[in-house]
């Protein structure tokens, strides 16, 4: 089983082979649920020793999508719902007429914060200079 676990996980060279011996000479004398529960304590030390930590995340987890964008798409959800709530014909064509204004605007704002963060990241790599 321990050989299986080493070729899996491929590990580095500074891994000590008696180490692995000693473990197996450990579980020998155990019974098979023993050794089962011992084998996952062993490889999970190993694991911890040999492999780097993952990195957490700092702050926020969620793509940060600006204020004005979120309302926009708010609007534009509230809309899309009244459009498939409607029956009259007038007032679908006027709910179509904002509704794409309102992507218009979506799309003004989306260029606008693109060029902003472009300009940003210009600023940043000059200053750097």
């Known amino acids: 089983m321990f050989i299986i676990f080493v070729y899996i996980f491929q590990w580095p060279n500074r891994l ?3 180490e692995l011996r000693s473990c197996t000479h450990k579980l ?4 098979p649920i ?8 062993i490889c999970s030390d190993i ?12 702050g926020k987890s969620q793509i940060d999508i600006p ?4 309302i926009l798409m708010r609007k534009r959800h509230k809309l ?12 679908k064509n006027k709910l ?3 509704a794409t204004e309102l992507n218009i605007l979506i799309i003004t ?8 963060q472009f300009n940003i990241e210009l600023i940043s790599t000059q200053s750097i200079k």
């Open 96 to 98: 179509r007429r904002e």
């Open 28 to 31: 020998a004398s155990r019974i």
């Open 47 to 58: 694991a911890q020793v040999h492999t780097l930590l993952r990195k957490g995340s700092h």
């Open 80 to 91: 899309n719902q009244q459009l498939l709530r409607c029956n009259s014909g007038g007032r």
């Open 67 to 70: 204020r004005d964008q979120r």
């Open 109 to 116: 704002s989306f260029k606008y914060h693109i060029k902003l």
């Open 34 to 41: 023993q050794m089962v529960t011992r084998f996952i304590e």
């Open 16 to 18: 000590d082979r008696n």
